[in-house]
């Protein structure tokens, strides 16, 4: 189990991507999300044969906040975690342009 990637990240939602290699064995694979909670979302349980990699798109994520995760392989009652990692979902940016209309005094 490779550690984690983060990709296509924005202020709303972000793609975590995992890779699983356990040669001629079947894994059930997933992503334990935390977003300051002490008990973890578990998203996109999924079956690899062999090898591959595993993605899911994560939605609705407040601006601002930071989420830890993590990868989950498990194998014949053998469970085997990736590092932990955390991102911070980036706040939007407005750019504004401020005009001042001075009088004109005579």
């Known amino acids: 189990l490779t550690p984690v990637a983060v990709t296509h990240l924005t ?9 699983v290699s ?4 079947n894994s059930t694979v997933w992503f334990e999300v935390y977003n300051g909670s002490t008990a973890p979302t578990t998203v996109a349980v999924q079956g690899i044969w062999n090898e591959g990699s595993f993605e ?9 906040q930071t989420y830890s995760y ?8 053998a469970t085997v975690y990736s590092p932990t990692s955390s991102f911070a979902a980036p706040v939007k940016k407005i750019n504004m342009t401020i005009i001042k209309l001075w009088p004109i005094l005579n």
């Open 22 to 25: 356990n040669p001629q064995k």
């Open 56 to 64: 899911w798109n994560l939605r609705d994520l407040s601006p601002g």
């Open 11 to 19: 202020s709303n939602s972000a793609t975590l991507v995992g890779h």
């Open 70 to 77: 993590r990868a989950v392989a498990m194998e014949g009652g």
